[in-house]
């Protein structure tokens, strides 16, 4: 079971998701985010994440970006040292894929919000998408106007259930997840990862070490260990 914990914006909650066994950390760099982070203090994050990793199993350190230029994504990704980017916003395929020109081995996790009312639309997004370029997995949150997830709602367990009805790139299931009720919605929806951001704060930004922890123990309770990488496509 791969796990996330997104939206990290100090040292200190980096040691925590860390010493919680998490497979990777989130960095935010949306501006209108309650969990922007800059460059400067991001690399300083990605330094003390990586002190858990080991050259058979790194970690994984994901950028999180919302309607960027690809220039700007590919800056930050070499100053960060990130290993993946996930899309949360309206990008285009046309703009992922030069990405993926720019920086081949950077790894890519198209993140949807999603309704139940616009499902086959999101399946076909992603169809479309897979056919033109490699994608390290998908995630799925959900769907609130005007908002680019961190918004503490879950998804519709219908909408994974049809996402596995056909091969498509891994699951990652996103949206109000937390220690208390992620273990439940794993094993109802079977996805290959989980994210949380909300679900293991004290305050936007802010985990606590306790919460971190048991996320990931509750996670994987039934899914085996948080050991999961992205890049073992």
């Not at 003390?48 to 199993?57: A, L, N, Q, Y």
């Not at 790194?58 to 990704?77: K, L, M, Q």
């Not at 949360?88 to 395929?93: A, L």
């Not at 998804?155 to 498509?168: E, F, G, M």
């Amino acid at each position: 079971m791969w796990t996330k914990i997104c939206g990290v914006t100090t040292t200190e909650s980096a040691r925590a998701v860390r010493d919680a066994g998490a497979s990777a950390v989130g960095l935010n760099f949306f501006s209108e985010s309650k969990r922007f982070i800059s460059v400067s203090a991001a690399a300083e994050i990605a330094n003390v994440f990586r002190t858990h990793g080991t050259k058979t199993s790194p970690p994984d350190i994901v950028g999180v970006f919302v309607n960027s230029e690809v220039t700007d994504i590919a800056r930050t990704s070499d100053e960060v040292g990130l290993t993946a980017v996930q899309f949360h916003g309206d990008e285009t395929q046309d703009l992922i894929c030069r990405l993926h020109d720019a920086r081949p081995n950077l790894l890519i996790i198209r993140a949807l919000r999603v309704s139940l009312e616009r499902l086959d639309e999101y399946m076909r997004t992603i169809d479309d998408l897979q056919k033109r370029v490699p994608l390290a997995a998908c995630l799925l949150d959900a769907f609130v106007a005007e908002a680019f997830g961190g918004t503490g709602m879950t998804v519709d367990l219908r909408i994974p259930a049809r996402y596995l009805q056909q091969t498509r790139p891994r699951l990652i299931l996103a949206g109000g997840l937390t220690p208390e009720n992620v273990a439940g919605i794993v094993e109802q929806a079977n996805p290959w990862g989980v994210d949380t951001a909300s679900g293991v704060e004290t305050s936007p930004g802010i985990k606590h070490p306790d919460r971190c922890a048991m996320f990931v123990d509750e996670a994987t309770k039934h899914r085996g260990p948080s050991g999961q990488r992205l890049a073992s496509c």
